[in-house]
DNA sequence: AGGCTAGTGACAGCCACTGACAATTGACAA
DNA sequence: TTGTCAATTGTCAGTGGCTGTCACTAGCCT
């Protein structure tokens, strides 16, 4: 790698870093682009040659972690159930995505950046889109892995809305609960996909909450 | 109503007309608030007065269809089980719903201005976590009518993420398609509501798609 | 009729973002 | 090394969404 390569390098993650560490601190909307290239020393103009804009720092880990889910749902058994097959990869990506992040940011940075996407409406928005563009994806997958179109069967994409509405609901419990640890996300995630068929049931009465 | 009143109304109005015009014609980001003012006839700062932002004049007319809705599902008996008052009742308010609608702006160019805001990703993410607010409500509802809190019951929330992602599912796909009427998308509403159970099963080869 | 107030327009300014151009800096060959 | 080329950057100017301020006008009320 250049030196060339490598400064780029260096300039994008300090910028990423300092764009990160003002959201989590000050806030999304009362961070300015100024303030970023400021911290990052360099001019607004470079910020907007790294980023297309604001947003795409708020959502550079994220996007990380989406790639990890994609590529861990494709390499599921064929053999599985395709509920099953998707709850068992974004539960096992967890674990490797970390070490990913890690490089880039502190976990524990990208954590609190996460509370601020949850509750920056703006954001919140950007992130809602951005799963529904995922969504496709795996439906796409989970489609073919049944050997189906999804364009004329519709149970590939009405098993990913339904497990991505799921996610989407422990997501925003998860970051607005206090505690944000690994563990609490699994657990909260298992417990309301093993909620999915109760759920269902004609008449909730007959069984209570657990 | 006074003269002033009716002259507001009809400033709002004219501001709302001219915008969702312009945004089905032009598209969203090709119009200037300024654009929508000049054809309004009323300087930009009174756009301001009458819309929060640009996006609001766009989701004016769905806030009144969400409206309507929220409404049904009131409305439902209770003893429907959940899914089936949540269908029912959006079924059955979109014939209403549209009355409603054409008192203020015609169905024909709302039709049209849906289609940018699927297509215009700005407007798309506004529309989801639009999406997601409503469903919240619809949580606290269904919670509700089965004396349950939505705070520790998952199911209230589940349900409502499942019902929504296929809505959205049928949103996508029927302002993809070339056939914009209700009967269109009542059709496809109930045929992916069809396919949940379908859906769930441990093994799709056993059963092909409709 | 005349005071009161809601509604409006004009103006200035902030922030996200973009295009254009000039200055700088690393890459690479002579 | 040095000179040349190309990539990277900073500066400047401009657009569009949006907000605060202030003076002015038009409808309301007694």
Known sequence: MNLRERKKRRTRD???RAALELFATRGYEETTVDDIAAAADVSQRTFFRYFAGKEET???????????????VRA????????EALRRAVLESWDTINEAIEELVPIELHMRVYRVIESTPALLAAHLRRAAELEEQLAQIIAEREGLDADVDPRPRIIVALFGGVIRVTERLWSAGDD???????QLTTTYLDQVGPALAENWRTKPSP
Chains 1, 2 share one sequence.
């Open 14 to 16: 300090a910028l990423l």
């Open 58 to 72: 708020a959502f550079f880990v994220p996007r990380l972690a989406e790639t990890h889910v994609v590529e861990a």
């Open 76 to 83: 599921r058994p064929p053999g599985e159930a395709p509920l």
């Open 180 to 186: 944000l640890s690994l563990d609490a996300m699994r």
